[in-house]
């Protein structure tokens, strides 16, 4: 079955970086478009970023853009998140998501802490 395990997550101070992956498995991981949602406390799970299947095309909400950068390796099934630049505001739990045949699949999430 699908499987979705997310990692990297940490405790990091303002201006820094945290690399998370997702590793993939129990579906053909190379056709389908991935994406990085996260969730604040408080607040409703936001799309990050999504990479298309062959990597080609990538798109970024307004708040994460020209600091965070999505990649995936089709070869390893693993699909990651750059962030650079964290801010208070990026602090939230982080999950990887799949959408196939129309049903939605999630991780168990990764929990980013920016904070000094």
């Known amino acids: 079955q699908v499987r979705l395990v997310e990692s990297g997550g940490g405790l990091v101070q303002p201006g820094g970086s945290l690399r998370l992956s997702c590793a993939a498995s129990?579906?053909?991981?190379?056709?389908?478009?991935m994406s990085w949602y996260r969730q604040a406390p408080g607040k409703e799970r936001e799309l990050v970023a999504t990479?298309?299947?062959?990597?080609?095309?990538?798109k970024y909400a307004d708040s994460v853009k020209d600091r965070f950068t999505i990649s995936r390796d089709n070869g390893k099934n693993t699909v990651a998140l750059q962030m650079n630049s964290l801010k208070p505001e990026d602090t939230a739990v982080y999950y990887c998501?799949?959408?196939?045949?129309?049903?939605?699949?999630w991780g168990q999430g990764t929990q980013v802490t920016v904070s000094s």
């Open positions: 998501n799949l959408i196939r045949w129309g049903i939605r699949y």
């Open positions: 129990g579906f053909t991981f190379s056709i389908y478009d």
């Open positions: 990479i298309t299947s062959a990597g080609g095309s990538t």
